[in-house]
């Protein structure tokens, strides 16, 4: 079988939730499994990291980073134009793609894991520094510099929550320990790490299943979009990690991460720095459609992009 | 201040707003509020208290009319449009009345 077992919780999860079942994971479960995942990959990072210079990290992380401002500015006036989305609702939804899915990451990641794919430990950091810049452009396209957008509460919103902390804190403890974390953690974050992953997956399932109406709502513009921008984004995912001299596995999950979409970090910053727009859009194209789309098409396709691209361009 | 002029202010609103607006309703003059999740239905939709986004809150205060209605004036034309929100309030008979 080629889909990772995970993803079978996920699509159990979202027949789940079609079918109206009660099932449901409360909203402490999920904050504790999204925790733990959040920890998981920042360790997981950081252990590697130990044996890597920073020196060696500035470079890769600047390119991927001035690249995944292509994404939002690249959505922005699709939007606009072709879905005739109204300014605010265009910018956040931009800001959603431009930023990244962490549980979209581990999915990629349990992949190549599976297929038995090696991939740059660094590329966890990557996450950190990929999930806020998106937010910023999209509030400058909602606005401009604008006075009355609450710059203040959306940093302390972006820059100190949960995401942002546990991933920077567990990759320096990892870091910092190194082998000895490694030897003493790894029971619990690494060989646990799947199993979980599949009870947050199911609950994930539940929650997509629960935007269907939100999709009637947004209509067919915006389904389409939700499949298309991530497939151009990844394959500018897969040129930027080529050029990089990424690894066959480091450019698949930069693919991955650039084809994702927030649907946690970037809903709760764009109602305190767009409240204009309607979450009921953004949050159903980019939970409701792209999230699927990438667990279940679109990290196979991209790994497929990857080994294709490697295949005719050689490594770089 | 007479007990009979002190109203109960209940505002329930989306989650994302209880950040932003309780230091606005310090600043008009609230001296304190309570806050509980809530669930139920409005004219946004079911909103079932589920993991992400979907959650209400019910911020409760206590304050002496003029306060009440400044903060019903302030939310209602600040708020009202961008965000899914009720406010309303009552008269309360409270015993300390001249501490609100």
């Not at chain 1, 690494?190 to 947004?218: E, I, P, Q, Y």
Request: charged share 15%; with cysteine; net charge neutral.
């Amino acid at each position: 079988m080629s889909l990772d077992p995970v993803v079978g919780f996920f699509i159990l999860g979202l027949f789940a939730g079609l079918l109206r079942s009660d099932l449901k994971l409360s909203g402490g479960l999920s904050d504790t499994l999204s925790i733990y995942l959040l920890i998981g990959i920042g360790l997981k990072g950081g252990i590697e990291l130990a044996n890597a210079t920073v020196g060696q990290l500035l470079l890769p992380i600047g390119v991927a980073v001035l690249m995944s401002a292509g994404t939002p500015l690249l959505a922005f006036p699709i939007l606009r134009r072709f879905g005739r989305l109204a300014r605010p609702d265009a910018a956040s939804i931009a800001a959603h793609y431009g930023s990244v899915s962490v549980v979209t990451f581990a999915v990629g990641a349990s992949y190549l894991a599976r297929a038995g794919i090696d991939y740059e430990g660094y590329m966890s950091v990557f996450l950190v520094f990929l999930e806020f810049p998106a937010l910023i452009i999209g509030v400058l396209l909602a606005k401009g510099i604008s006075r009355e957008t609450q710059w203040r509460l959306l940093a302390q919103e972006v820059l100190a929550g949960k995401a942002i902390v546990l991933l920077v804190g567990a990759l320096l403890i990892g870091w910092v320990w190194g082998a000895e974390g490694n030897s003493s953690l790894t029971k619990f974050y690494g060989d646990m790490f799947k199993g979980f992953l599949s009870l947050f997956l199911l609950g994930m399932g539940v929650l997509t299943a629960s935007r269907v109406d939100d999709l009637r709502r947004a209509g067919p513009f915006l389904v389409g979009f939700g499949i298309v921008l991530p497939v151009v984004s990844a394959a500018g995912g897969v040129l930027i990690g080529w050029l990089m001299g990424l690894s066959l596995g480091g450019t698949t999950l930069l693919a991955v991460l650039y084809a994702s979409a927030s649907y946690i970090a970037a809903p709760a910053a764009m109602r305190i720095a767009i409240p204009e727009a309607n979450p009921a859009l953004s949050l159903g194209v980019s939970l409701g459609v792209t999230f699927p789309f990438n667990v279940l098409v679109g990290i196979p396709l991209y790994h497929e992009m990857v080994k294709w691209t490697y295949r005719i361009l050689g490594n770089s | 201040m007479s007990e009979n002029r002190t109203k109960l202010v209940v505002l329930i609103c989306e989650e994302a707003l209880e950040n932003i607006v309780v230091s606005e309703l310090l600043a008009a003059g609230a001296k304190g509020y309570t806050v509980c999740d809530a669930r139920g239905r409005g004219n946004r939709g079911v909103r079932d208290a589920r993991w992400l986004l979907s959650s209400n809150v019910r911020i409760e205060m206590l304050c002496n009319e003029p306060v009440a209605s400044h903060i019903l004036d302030m939310v209602e034309t600040k708020y009202s449009a961008n965000y899914g929100l009720v406010i309303y309030m009552v008269d309360a008979k409270v015993n300390r009345g001249g501490e609100f």
